[in-house]
């Protein structure tokens, strides 16, 4: 497997940046097999992913940071280098629907995350056991209106010993804290049932049905302390008729669900996504 290093920059846009960037590289004989790069004219941004192969690179990646500093400085940069080599650690927390979980398990399974899941965190018992089949620790963490701190400190202890690095709601549905969020900044990737901004909170499905929509969706995004208000990352739609009822509403957004939110896991452990103004880009 090749094993490569990917570096996301966001800083103000001005002349020599990408080539800046590509002399760095090359200085230490880094092999590029892909660069994206984006300008946003209404922030005055300059947005890049540029990814390098690590066979021929000849600076140690303990040294990078330091190595790349004076450039960062020069233009203002907030970056961050991720290796491929490094797995990243994904918890899963779920309630009682389990298709959101179902697929995220199946694709991990066949490969096609690049991660580590050892552990799903629940408030029900219900998918202990695909959990199970999967040889993943379950933990089953009730949560009321009465011991919400106690419930968040518990899973923080256990998030925190298997030193997770991303967390994923696969139709989790409780409302996190800000103190609880506020830890895991664009870490926490949220699904929800509806094509966002309409239709946030409960019942999507409901509230579409009664105001007669024509198109339903689905939207993944990075959980913020304001519900359903986060950075999107990925959305999708089905067009539906006057003859469709709520639950077939419910059981076509099933699948938009689950899809929206594997694509949106998948880009973000490939690190694809660069946040900024409560917007993302997605490189390519």
């Given at each position: 497997?090749?094993?490569?290093?990917?570096?996301?920059?966001?800083?103000?846009?001005?002349?020599?940046?990408?080539?800046?960037?590509?002399?760095?590289?090359?200085?230490?004989?880094?092999?590029?097999?892909?660069?994206?790069?984006?300008?946003?004219?209404?922030?005055?941004?300059?947005?890049?992913?540029?990814?390098?192969?690590?066979?021929?690179?000849?600076?140690?990646?303990?040294?990078?940071?330091?190595?790349?500093?004076?450039?960062?400085?020069?233009?203002?940069?907030?970056?961050?280098?991720?290796?491929?080599?490094?797995?990243?650690?994904?918890?899963?927390?779920?309630?009682?629907?389990?298709?959101?979980?179902?697929?995220?398990?199946?694709?991990?399974?066949?490969?096609?995350?690049?991660?580590?899941?050892?552990?799903?965190?629940?408030?029900?018992?219900?998918?202990?056991?695909?959990?199970?089949?999967?040889?993943?620790?379950?933990?089953?963490?009730?949560?009321?209106?009465?011991?919400?701190?106690?419930?968040?400190?518990?899973?923080?202890?256990?998030?925190?010993?298997?030193?997770?690095?991303?967390?994923?709601?696969?139709?989790?549905?409780?409302?996190?804290?800000?103190?609880?969020?506020?830890?895991?900044?664009?870490?926490?990737?949220?699904?929800?049932?509806?094509?966002?901004?309409?239709?946030?909170?409960?019942?999507?499905?409901?509230?579409?049905?009664?105001?007669g929509v024509k198109l339903i969706g689905a939207t993944s995004h990075y959980v913020t302390e304001v519900l359903d208000d986060g950075p999107i990352i990925e959305q999708d739609v089905n067009r539906i008729s006057h003859r469709d009822d709520v639950e077939a509403l419910i059981q076509q957004g099933r699948d938009l669900e689950r899809v929206v939110l594997s694509r949106a896991v998948r880009w973000h452990l490939q690190h694809r996504v660069l946040v900024y103004?409560?917007?993302?880009?997605?490189?390519?």
């Open positions: 497997m090749t094993h490569t290093a990917t570096l996301l920059i966001s800083c103000p846009d001005r002349k020599g940046l990408s080539a800046a960037i590509a002399n760095f590289l090359y200085t230490y004989n880094a092999n590029i097999v892909h660069s994206d790069q984006h300008q946003d004219n209404t922030d005055g941004l300059f947005l890049m992913r540029i990814e390098w192969d690590l066979a021929d690179f000849t600076l140690d990646m303990k040294a990078f940071a330091a190595a790349f500093q004076p450039i960062a400085d020069r233009f203002q940069m907030t970056w961050k280098v991720s290796l491929s080599n490094r797995p990243q650690k994904v918890a899963i927390f779920v309630s009682k629907y389990d298709h959101c979980l179902v697929d995220l398990l199946h694709r991990h399974k066949s490969g096609e995350f690049n991660c580590e899941i050892p552990l799903i965190i629940s408030n029900h018992e219900d998918c202990r056991a695909l959990a199970d089949f999967y040889g993943i620790e379950y933990h089953v963490i009730a949560v009321g209106k009465d011991n919400k701190a106690a419930a968040e400190a518990a899973q923080t202890a256990l998030l925190h010993e298997k030193e997770i690095d991303l967390i994923v709601l696969a139709r989790y549905m409780q409302v996190l804290s800000h103190d609880f969020t506020a830890q895991f900044p664009q870490r926490i990737i949220n699904i929800h049932h509806s094509f966002l901004p309409a239709f946030d909170g409960a019942k999507p499905y409901h509230r579409a049905f009664a105001r103004s409560n917007k993302t880009v997605i490189f390519d």
